[in-house]
């Protein structure tokens, strides 16, 4: 479903804001012709064995493109940080140092842990202090990550650099079978989208359109490279991948249109691996998938065009590039798709592991019945303004350009939801106007219904961010605590909506 009642006003304002856009000096259209082709890089890992881990933010300068220099944040290297691992039944220790001149925080998104621990906005770090935490890890494997969740800053300090992934093991679990040497059969793949300024500088606004829809970049990233290329051995590969991107939901599929399995979700594994030739990846959003590169052929992993802003796909494409809405095509790229990186296989063909029939030891729901129901209404003018307002029914309560959830834009001060320890509640999310994917911490979700239809448990397994389409129903259950000084927050993971206030906070008693 495309551009979900598109109102009058609500395009009115969207055209205003392409009027301020087109008069400031937009990014520089790179030709791309010599930028891609690097090998893929491996974030090192840090995994805690008793003693903490310590991660720094601090400020570097990377290379991503031909004799440039771009100024990056990053944990403990200039763009990006380590993959961390966490094992379940043990403890977590890490300390993240501040070593910026502004507040950062670290959220642990995926993370089941107390909110006191959790990173968001209400755990600031200031410049030159240290925040420390012994967390329990309580959950099944999965490929999680973490960035930094200021308030009003999150877009911005996400897109330079402070995001990771965290890989949870589950020694306990029965043995999934799955490829699981790191970097080489088994890798780690964070997708952002950038945009350059002609001295090689990250450009970003979160102004104008670009706020409404969310920053869309022009070149594609992989573990910080552009397009790079993965040298995997023959044989069955397993990708974990992250949409680690501010607004951009990619769909994902193989030039040669070859079919794979996707066998985890946000919270693990799903029962058994379901066999896809294309998956849909919303901001936060991760997949572990299996590929079969053991013919050894050169093979690129593409996306399709985003269609999400209020206009759909009758957004007219000048304004598409305006906004970086359509990545530059490249040499090898038809219309309407772009490259995100290639896989040269490489070593002695090898007979393909078997896919496994099932994973035993795949997270199952385990909500029962709700003992409550509550209605999110997502919207992108909470100032009063705007046609969000009239389907919220309440007050305005934001300053100008604010969006914000059930007619109220994100207030630190304001506890928007208080739910009950192991109760399970089923909450309704509806989103006018564009697609938002609705994130909820501390916990993993059901999503029973979204876009019209019933959603099969076994194809998507427990969330932790839904791609709302119109309208969608999750169960949520929270089983641990989260006080009125350090809530949880649900929000749209769009990160230009986040701070604009598309966000509430959630307490666990
Ligand atoms: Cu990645 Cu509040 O989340
Ligand atoms: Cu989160
Ligand atoms: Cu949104």
């Excluded at 079978?177 to 059969?185: C, E, K, R």
């Excluded at 790079?228 to 939901?249: D, E, F, Q, W, Y």
């Excluded at 790229?333 to 994973?359: M, N, Q, T």
């Amino acid at each position: 479903m495309e551009a979900v009642n598109m109102t009058t006003s609500s395009r009115r304002t969207f055209l205003a804001g392409l009027a301020t856009v087109a008069a400031t000096p937009m990014l520089t259209r790179l030709t791309h012709a010599d930028m891609a082709g690097r090998a893929l890089p491996v974030p090192p890992v840090m995994e805690t064995h008793g003693a903490p881990i310590t991660l720094d933010a601090i400020a570097g300068s990377s290379t991503f493109l031909p004799g440039l220099s771009t100024p990056t944040l990053g944990f403990s290297q200039p763009y990006l940080g380590p993959t961390l691992r966490f094992r379940r039944g043990a403890l977590a220790r890490v300390n993240v140092r501040n070593r910026l001149n502004t507040p950062i925080t670290s959220h642990w998104h995926g993370l089941h842990v107390p909110a006191i621990l959790d990173g968001g906005p209400q755990l600031q770090i200031p410049p030159e202090r240290q925040w420390s935490v012994e967390m329990p890890i309580d959950q099944p494997a999965a490929t999680l990550w973490y960035h930094s969740h200021v308030h009003g800053r999150t877009a911005e300090q996400v897109y330079q650099g402070l995001a990771g992934m965290i890989i949870v093991d589950d020694p306990s679990a029965p043995d999934s079978g799955l490829p699981a040497n790191y970097g080489v059969d088994d890798l780690p793949l964070i997708i952002q989208d950038r945009a350059f300024r002609e001295n090689g500088a990250f450009h970003y606004a979160n102004r104008g359109p670009a706020r409404m829809i969310g920053f869309r970049g022009d070149s594609i990233l992989v573990n910080g490279a552009i397009r790079p290329v993965a040298a995997p051995p023959m044989g069955l590969v397993r990708l974990r991948l992250l949409n680690g991107s501010n607004a951009r939901t990619y769909l994902l599929r193989f030039s040669d249109k070859r079919a794979f399995h996707q066998v985890a979700s946000e919270a693990g594994l799903l029962p058994k691996p379901v066999p896809r030739t294309s998956i849909q990846l919303a901001p936060a959003e991760r997949a572990e998938i299996l590929v079969d590169f053991s013919d050894g052929k050169r093979v690129t992993l593409l996306s399709g065009p985003d269609h999400n802003n209020p206009m759909g796909r009758n957004m007219p494409a000048m304004m598409r590039q305006m906004l970086g809405d359509d990545p530059v095509q490249f040499p090898r790229g038809k219309p309407g798709e772009f490259e995100i990186l290639s896989f040269e296989p490489h070593g002695k063909p090898r007979a393909a592991g078997k896919i496994p029939d099932s994973f035993p030891g795949a997270p199952r729901p385990q909500f029962g019945e709700p003992v409550r129901t509550r209605d999110l209404v997502l919207n992108m003018h909470a100032d009063g303004r705007g046609p969000g307002m009239q389907r919220g029914g309440q007050p305005s309560a934001g300053p100008a350009g604010s969006m914000g959830i059930n007619g109220r834009a994100f207030s630190m001060d304001r506890i928007d939801i208080a739910m009950n320890r192991g109760e399970t509640e089923l909450w309704t999310i509806r989103a006018a106007e564009m697609r938002h994917p609705f994130h909820v911490h501390g916990t993993s979700f059901q999503v029973l219904h979204n876009g019209g239809q019933d959603v099969a448990f076994d194809s998507t397994g427990l969330k932790d961010v839904v791609l709302v389409e119109g309208e969608a129903r999750i169960l949520v259950r929270c089983d641990h605590t989260s006080t009125p000084e350090t809530p949880y927050m649900f929000h749209c993971h769009i990160l230009e909506h986040e701070d604009a206030g598309m966000m509430g906070q959630f307490t666990v008693g």
